[in-house]
């Protein structure tokens, strides 16, 4: 069943969604806005299962099932906090008989920017940075993709990625506007800052490389650029999503804006931005 819902706002959108009765829906601790009182709210440590519902006892019951069931939540909240993830999820559900009146709830990102639904089919996953993630269907499995050491370290923000797979809504948010790209309409590949980087969906290859090499303009492009010393690549066939804003640029115009810029006219490389 497809979450029914619509993303509302402006400078800072909220997504409200319409439950029908015995629909849920969970998000990330912070995340939530408001719901009506026929919905309930349940705090858990344990993501979703396949079974579009709350974790069950798997390879059948007694203590060894208990104790498979603790490992395996202990496993994904492990995960989610050497991610720097929330280490609980909300969820919502809708009260009442069976073709009866849903509830509402609300959800909204951190920051000013754009909201997206997307919609799953089984057939590919989707990735996202860090925090993007909002709130979905029961059905749709939220895990983290750890990239490789070498191109996480270069990348920053592209060390973990937030991934979703299953059929189903997922809402995520990111800053500023948004804007959708294929890279095969460029030729097969682009680059963008590491920080600009939303979502994508599986089959695109993401890469991190040096902005140019060790000379004179590599040098120019890491010190005044602005942009470090790398930059991030998305090859293939898929859908991009990048935001205008990135968190360290929203960061250095409000201590510019306090009177605690720290970067100075070199930027980039040199900047001492608190993270």
């Given at each position: 069943?497809?979450?029914q ?10 997504a409200?969604?319409n ?10 601790a ?5 719901k009506t ?7 858990r ?9 709350q974790?069950q ?13 603790a490992?395996g ?5 492990g995960?989610?906090?050497l ?7 909300q969820?919502?559900?809708a009260?009442?008989?069976?073709g ?5 709830v ?6 000013p920017?754009?909201?997206r ?6 057939t590919r ?15 749709v ?14 990348g920053?923000e592209?060390f ?21 790209l ?12 590491t ?11 993401y890469?991190v490389?040096?902005?140019g090499?060790?000379?004179r ?6 010190v ?10 998305l090859e ?5 999503i ?6 360290e ?6 201590k ?6 720290k970067?100075?006219?070199?930027g980039?490389?040199f ?5």
């Amino acid at each position: 069943m497809t979450l029914q819902q619509e993303i509302v706002g402006n400078a800072m959108q909220m997504a409200v969604v319409n439950l029908h009765p015995g629909q849920t829906v969970y998000c990330e601790a912070g995340k939530f806005l408001f719901k009506t009182t026929n919905v309930t709210m349940e705090t858990r440590l344990s993501g979703p299962s396949n079974n579009g519902g709350q974790q069950q006892i798997g390879g059948g019951a007694g203590m060894g099932g208990m104790l498979r069931q603790a490992m395996g939540t202990a496993m994904q909240v492990g995960q989610r906090m050497l991610a720097g993830e929330s280490l609980a999820f909300q969820y919502f559900t809708a009260q009442g008989a069976q073709g009866g009146e849903g509830g509402t709830v609300g959800f909204a990102g951190v920051l000013p920017g754009e909201m997206r639904a997307l919609e799953l089919d089984g057939t590919r996953a989707w990735f996202a940075e860090k925090d993007a993630f909002v709130a979905a269907e029961s059905t749709v499995e939220f895990g983290i993709a750890f990239q490789g050491g070498r191109t996480g370290m270069s990348g920053g923000e592209g060390f973990v990625l937030e991934k979703f797979t299953g059929h189903g809504t997922v809402i995520i948010a990111g800053a500023g506007n948004f804007i959708d790209l294929n890279p095969a309409d460029f030729g097969g590949r682009i680059e963008v800052d590491t920080g600009c980087v939303v979502a994508f969906e599986e089959g695109i290859q993401y890469g991190v490389q040096r902005v140019g090499g060790l000379n004179r303009q590599g040098i120019m492009n890491a010190v005044f650029g602005g942009e470090g010393l790398s930059l991030a690549t998305l090859e293939g066939n898929g859908r991009v999503i990048l935001q205008s804003l990135t968190i360290e640029s929203l960061a250095n115009a409000l201590k510019k804006a306090q009177g605690g810029d720290k970067q100075g006219p070199t930027g980039g490389l040199f900047s001492t931005h608190v993270g």
